[in-house]
């Protein structure tokens, strides 16, 4: 079955700091990767998405970067961090069949201070 | 521009009684609505789907419902249960550039009261 790690759990970090948050999945090849935020008060919005190594688009501009570095690796990255950084940050997978909907992972509450 | 909407942001109902989740979308072209349901530092868990060749879908509690014309979808949770208080997430499958992705609303905080 297609499990996804995400780590670490929490996360407070000072503004003008870096960030890399890392996701991995296992039980599956070639998956399409998904990194959404959710803000305080708001839903999920979908930050970068990625169709295979080295291939990643981005949904909004904003302070941060996403990589692809191996097949089942998915990496958000910021160089210096915001205030507005701050929030709940979640990996996704989509299933075997685009119907199936996403695998998440546990998610990253990241404070930015 | 939000194509998914969820304009309650919260629903407080009694333990026994029936929920309802409401969820709104802009594009005729969606063609698969999911439902997920999340907890606090956690990530969404997935509760039902229905596709929009259907109108209904239903599993024990749970039961969607797909109303095209008025691109309205519903969740019914009956008997709801002090278990069932989370956040609840819409979202409707897009296809962009050939890659599809979930467009999710901005959430329903269920509270079920005992």
């Known amino acids: 079955s297609q499990t996804i790690h995400q780590w670490p759990a929490t996360l407070v970090q000072p503004v003008g700091s870096p960030l890399s948050l890392e996701c991995t999945v296992e039980g599956t090849s070639n998956p399409n990767l998904y990194w959404y935020r959710q803000a305080a008060g708001r839903g999920l919005q979908l930050l970068f998405y990625?169709?295979?190594?080295?291939?990643i688009s981005s949904e909004v501009p904003q302070n941060l970067s996403a990589s692809r570095p191996q097949d089942r690796q998915f990496i958000l990255s910021s160089k210096k961090l915001l205030l507005s950084d701050s929030g709940f940050y979640l990996c996704?997978?989509?299933?075997?069949?685009?119907?199936?909907?996403?695998?998440f992972g546990s998610g990253t509450r990241l404070t930015v201070v | 521009d939000q194509q998914v909407k969820q304009n309650s942001p919260s629903l407080s109902v009694q333990e026994g009684r029936i929920s309802i989740l409401n969820c709104d979308y802009t594009?005729?072209?969606?063609?698969?609505f999911l439902w997920y349901k999340k907890y606090p530092a956690e990530g969404p868990t997935f509760l039902i789907s229905?596709?929009?060749?259907?109108d209904k879908n239903e599993d024990g509690r749970f039961t969607v419902f797909l109303n095209k014309s008025a691109k309205h979808l519903s969740l019914h949770i009956v008997p709801s249960q002090p278990g069932d208080s989370a956040v609840y997430f819409c979202a409707a499958k897009g296809r962009t550039s050939g890659t599809y992705k979930y467009i999710f609303g901005t959430g329903t905080r269920l509270k079920v009261l005992a």
């Open positions: 594009n005729s072209m969606f063609d698969y």
């Open positions: 229905i596709s929009s060749i259907k």
């Open positions: 990625s169709v295979g190594i080295g291939q």
């Open positions: 996704a997978l989509l299933g075997a069949g685009a119907n199936y909907g996403y695998t």
